[in-house]
């Protein structure tokens, strides 16, 4: 498959996944933020059933969100992909578990270097007061002011925890039940 047809499966899984989950996505930032700024463990009174109804209509943040999700679809599955032909073409390693660990574990990391930066914006933009940033790149503008580039990646850590630990996990039972599948079900059937 072309680099060019990976990137654009990537981009519209990214962009489908959001325009379906966007609510969604809302109602745990605000709740995230409602739990911060309370300073306890416990949630507002009804929880996320109170952040639904502001939550189902036009989302705030949608597009940084979209390419924040398009973005980690593509640096997760051009890069693994990419690395799995680089490791197998030059044979430092065979087609099985740690070919798919080393290649998701780089994906994992480059997604996060990637997305970073759209995910830090997405965050502040949708955690805003209505009226405090104009768009996500008055947002954009108002954190370079603010923080510098450093700002841009403030949390990576935990994020790439969360994807490249998400990333191991998802290619290596990809793979092995992709295996699975071939096994069971042979070519000429």
Not at 38 to 59: E, F
Not at 113 to 122: E, F, G, N, T, W
Not at 146 to 161: C, I, M, N, R, T
């Amino acid at each position: 498959t072309s680099l060019a047809a990976r990137l654009l499966a990537g981009c519209t899984t990214g962009a489908v996944a959001v325009a379906c989950a966007q609510p969604t996505d809302v109602v745990k930032v605000r709740l995230q933020a409602s739990r911060a700024l309370s300073g306890s463990a416990q949630s507002a009174p009804g929880g996320a059933v109170n952040c639904i109804p502001t939550a189902t209509a036009l989302c705030p943040g949608t597009l940084p969100n979209i390419a924040r999700n398009v973005i980690i679809n593509c640096g997760e599955l051009v890069t693994y992909d990419l690395l799995k032909e680089v490791l197998l073409r030059a044979q430092l390693m065979t087609d099985s578990v740690p070919c798919h660990f080393v290649a998701a574990f780089g994906a994992g990391f480059c997604a996060t270097v990637v997305a970073s930066p759209v995910d830090v914006v997405k965050t502040r933009y949708m955690n805003a007061s209505p009226g405090q940033y104009r768009n996500a790149l008055s947002c954009l503008l108002a954190l370079l002011v603010q923080d510098g580039p450093a700002g841009l990646y403030k949390g990576f850590v935990p994020s790439f925890l969360r994807l490249g630990s998400w990333n191991v996990v998802m290619f290596v039972s990809y793979e092995q039940l992709q295996r699975a599948v071939a096994l069971a079900w042979p070519a000429g059937d």
